[in-house]
Nanobody, 120 residues
Framework: QVQLQESGPGLVKPSQTLSLTCTVSGGSITTAYYAWSWIRQPPGKGLEWMGVIAYDGNTYYSPSLKTRTSISRDTSKNQFSLQLSSVTPDDTAVYYC????????????WGQGTQVTVSS
């Protein structure tokens, strides 16, 4: 059974960088052809896909967030991470990490989500 767990600060100040880590258990993030995404849900809004890192390390980002988003991984820890720079209160959301069987597939495993609030 694959499990994903998000971790990171729950409060970030405006203009700072939001950093979250997703720890994966029950499966390797380097196993072909899985993909590992970050998805967020602002209060009162729908889910927004932010970006993905594939099993081979390739990354793809939402065009609307591309200039501020970076996704990386630590294969020794079976973790992948999100960095979102220059945050504003509009970046307040529940942030999820999730797995897809391949790039573009529906997510089949999700973390429980972590609330991040951007406020001074």
């Amino acid at each position: 059974q694959v499990q994903l767990q998000e971790s990171g600060p729950g409060l970030v100040k405006p203009s700072q960088t939001l950093s979250l880590t997703c720890t994966v258990s029950g499966g390797s993030i380097t196993t072909a052809y899985y993909a590992w995404s970050w998805i967020r849900q602002p209060p009162g809004k729908g889910l927004e896909w932010m970006g993905v890192i594939a099993y081979d390390g390739n990354t793809y980002y939402s065009p609307s967030l591309k200039t501020r988003t970076s996704i990386s991984r630590d294969t020794s820890k079976n973790q992948f991470s999100l960095q979102l720079s220059s945050v504003t209160p509009d970046d307040t959301a529940v942030y999820y990490c999730a797995r897809q069987s391949w790039i573009g597939a529906e997510s089949d495993y999700w973390g429980q989500g972590t609330q991040v609030t951007v406020s001074s």
